[in-house]
T-cell receptor, first 116, second 114 residues
Framework: EPEVTQTPSHQVTQMGQEVILRCVPISNHLYFYWYRQILGQKVEFLVSFYNNEISEKSEIFDDQFSVERPDGSNFTLKIRSTKLEDSAMYFC??????????????FGDGTRLSIL | GNSVTQMEGPVTLSEEAFLTINCTYTATGYPSLFWYVQYPGEGLQLLLKATKADDKGSNKGFEATYRKETTSFHLEKGSVQVSDSAVYFCALEPNAGNNRKLIWGLGTSLAVNP
């Protein structure tokens, strides 16, 4: 069964540094998402991406965050200047619109980001 | 606004026991409802879903019925196994055009002892 893959599985970064989290969505999917889960808290939506542009973003997704689909397969989340509170598990997901909505989102295994 | 409330864990059961994990939601309109499972060291996997009232989602012996009158989507399994030990997340997707984001519950940790 096709999978969403995320790299790296664990990223350790100094505060203030830039970090790029990478995702390869399922190949025929059209919608892409990033979520994060701070330890002990709920999974939170960050951003959705469709047709090469941001479809929706949450209030968490401020100017420090950006997403890109640099080629036909990768989907990246960049944090420009990391803060301690960015430490979390970041999940990438993708979904297919075929059949008209409500196609479930498929998730990767996540990247654990630790800011020192 | 939209929100999901799950029963707090951890839940500890013996093998073959009956499982219920409660989930209630608040939403405008008619959301889709999901249960995701996270096994130790792994990502979030879709367990089952329901897209309209009275739908029953089922998978791997788990079931949940979309109850609009009680705004609930409780997860049940008749006989749990040690391999069901995981964290279970209830989530909703607001039915609002092309903007598709999942709203999550806090997650309920389940430990099944042999």
């Amino acid at each position: 069964e096709p999978e969403v893959t995320q790299t790296p599985s664990h990223q350790v970064t100094q505060m203030g540094q830039e970090v790029i989290l990478r995702c390869v969505p399922i190949s025929n999917h059209l919608y892409f998402y990033w979520y994060r889960q701070i330890l002990g808290q709920k999974v939170e939506f960050l951003v959705s991406f469709y047709n090469n542009e941001i479809s929706e973003k949450s209030e968490i997704f401020d100017d420090q965050f950006s997403v890109e689909r640099p080629d036909g397969s990768n989907f990246t989340l960049k944090i420009r200047s990391t803060k301690l509170e960015d430490s979390a598990m970041y999940f990438c997901a993708s979904s297919d619109l075929k059949g008209g909505g409500n196609q479930p989102q498929h998730f990767g295994d996540g990247t654990r980001l630790s800011i020192l | 606004g939209n929100s999901v409330t799950q029963m707090e864990g951890p839940v500890t059961l013996s093998e073959e026991a009956f499982l219920t994990i409660n989930c209630t939601y608040t939403a405008t309109g008619y959301p889709s409802l999901f249960w995701y499972v996270q096994y130790p060291g792994e990502g979030l996997q879709l367990l089952l879903k329901a897209t309209k009232a009275d739908d029953k989602g089922s998978n791997k012996g788990f079931e949940a019925t979309y109850r609009k009158e009680t705004t609930s989507f409780h997860l049940e399994k008749g006989s749990v196994q040690v391999s069901d030990s995981a964290v279970y997340f209830c989530a909703l997707e607001p039915n609002a055009g092309n903007n598709r984001k999942l709203i999550w519950g806090l997650g309920t940790s389940l430990a099944v002892n042999p």
